[in-house]
């Protein structure tokens, strides 16, 4: 099996030591996430340099609801501990693959500057919330 079981005690340590994190957020009673763990596994036998976590709903309900997870299955996309994508739904096993690639052909120090300066104008009340500078974040 090349997934890892995701829980509140591993998930910062796994976000934070590892450069690529993909996680597949579901439960053992949803129909499309039970459809959806055979796409997730061939995805990550395709890309091994990235740490494939399952996040179970039910099991882990308190990190479940700090992220805020309403529907399953919800994929979420880490680089370097920075979440940077979060969807709703199954995916295509070519989404998945080009969601991978695109993560990490992604300039990091531009991602961190792009944050830093959404929270500075955040600070400073001037923040537009119509934009989207490609990553998740909380307001």
């Known amino acids: 099996m090349s997934t890892t079981e995701i829980t ?3 998930f910062r340590t796994i976000v934070e030591g590892n450069e690529t994190v993909v996680l597949d957020c579901w439960a053992s009673w949803c129909g499309p996430c039970r459809a959806f763990a ?3 596994e061939a995805a990550s036998e395709r890309h091994q340099n990235v740490l494939w976590g399952k996040l179970d709903t039910e099991a882990q309900q308190e990190l479940a609801a ?3 997870i309403r529907s399953i299955p919800t994929v979420m996309v880490f680089r370097q501990g920075i979440l940077l994508f979060r969807q709703a739904g199954m995916l295509p096993a070519k989404a998945l693959d080009e969601l991978v ?11 961190r500057r792009q944050i830093e300066e959404h929270e500075k104008a955040h600070a400073e009340g001037r923040c537009n919330h119509d934009h989207d500078h490609g990553h998740d ?3």
């Open 137 to 139: 974040h909380e307001h």
């Open 38 to 40: 055979p796409v997730y």
């Open 66 to 68: 700090a992220f805020d």
């Open 101 to 111: 690639g695109e993560v990490q052909n992604l300039d990091m120090d531009d991602i």
């Open 8 to 10: 509140s005690d591993n």
